[in-house]
């Protein structure tokens, strides 16, 4: 999948100096990475991000770094120390399982799941949550330096998707690493954020775009469909893309292209704001087998008339 992603915000790292943090995580975000919610900066009962956007949900205490499927968390994805320091507390025995499933055990407050925390000097400390059992590689008193691994991306505790949710704290107090000054509210004036590096805003995206004969199950999309083998004997073609982030209102146009030009090409008013969610469009084959060649499936996020992102799927049928 090839992808063209709008930046809304780019923001300018910390300054040298001061407390700042590397991403806590072993990828590229917006390739085969993510940022699926934010840290709630609503001090009533609606949910905010620190741009005053919907990238988040009530309560939500730090930033989720997401990976696509099941299939990725299962390759290993490494989590990694976003700052140097010592490791506090660990845990590494909870199973991964979304806590929806009926199998999943009750949580008894271990809504972290599998994960660590890690003292820094002045007052900071970072925390890492929903990692996957077992692959935690450090215990309470190690010195950890940045980027260090301290274990994979996991399914653990409270979540419903694989990621590694990163907490920071100064003297006890919930710190957003995008807006540290920003006093619990989006509306605060901005300020330089921790990353040490420059991390991009993006208010929602594609996860994933592919083409198939016919509409998969969400639940098999979530774990992670392998490439289909497709000839120009399929009964049906059909484009489905996986997203995140979308805002009741938001625009979905799949379009597909073959040797010939256009099969179809169809856009969709999204009527929720969703986490994640997927949508699927396609037609039958013609009566004589589809023309071999080059096949080529856009989808596009638009929102208020300006395209959020857009993804780009290539496939030979032969």
Request: proline share 8%; with cysteine; aromatic share 8%.
């Amino acid at each position: 999948m090839i992808r063209t992603t709008l930046i809304l915000l780019v923001l300018t790292p910390a300054k040298a100096g001061a407390f700042d943090l590397a991403l806590p995580v072993a990828c590229t975000l917006g390739q085969d990475c993510f940022i699926q919610q934010y840290m709630d900066l609503d001090t009533g009962p609606g949910a905010a991000d620190f741009t005053c956007g919907p990238l988040s949900y009530d309560g939500h205490s730090g930033t989720d770094f997401a990976v696509p499927s099941l299939a990725a968390m299962a390759s290993g994805v490494d989590v990694l120390a976003s700052a140097p320091g010592v490791v506090k507390g660990v845990r590494d025995d909870m199973p991964d399982i979304r806590v929806s499933d009926p199998a999943a055990p009750p949580l008894d407050g271990k809504d972290c799941g599998n994960g660590l925390v890690i003292a820094h000097e002045g007052g900071w400390e970072t925390q890492y949550c929903h990692m996957k059992r077992g692959s935690l590689q450090v215990a309470p008193g190690d010195k950890v330096t940045t980027g260090q691994v301290l274990g994979e991306v996991g399914l653990s505790g409270n979540t419903e998707f694989p990621h590694v949710h990163l907490s920071v704290r100064r003297n006890g107090a919930a710190v957003d690493p995008f807006q540290p000054d920003a006093a619990n509210s989006c509306e605060a004036p901005d300020g330089p954020p921790l990353w040490s590096i420059e991390v991009p805003y993006t208010p929602g995206g594609i996860i994933a775009l592919g083409l198939a004969t016919d509409v998969p199950e969400f639940a098999a999309i979530k774990t992670g469909l392998p490439e289909a083998t497709l000839t120009t004997a399929a009964p049906a073609l059909v484009l489905w893309s996986y997203y995140f982030g979308n805002r009741a209102g938001d625009e979905l146009s799949l379009s597909l292209y073959g040797p010939a030009g256009e099969i179809f090409s169809r856009t969709v008013v999204l009527e929720r704001t969703q986490a994640q969610a997927f949508r699927a469009t396609g037609k039958r084959a013609p009566a004589e087998p589809w023309p071999s060649g080059r096949y080529t499936g856009e989808a596009t996020l638009t929102r208020d008339g300006a395209v959020i992102d857009k993804a780009v799927f290539v496939t030979l049928l032969y």
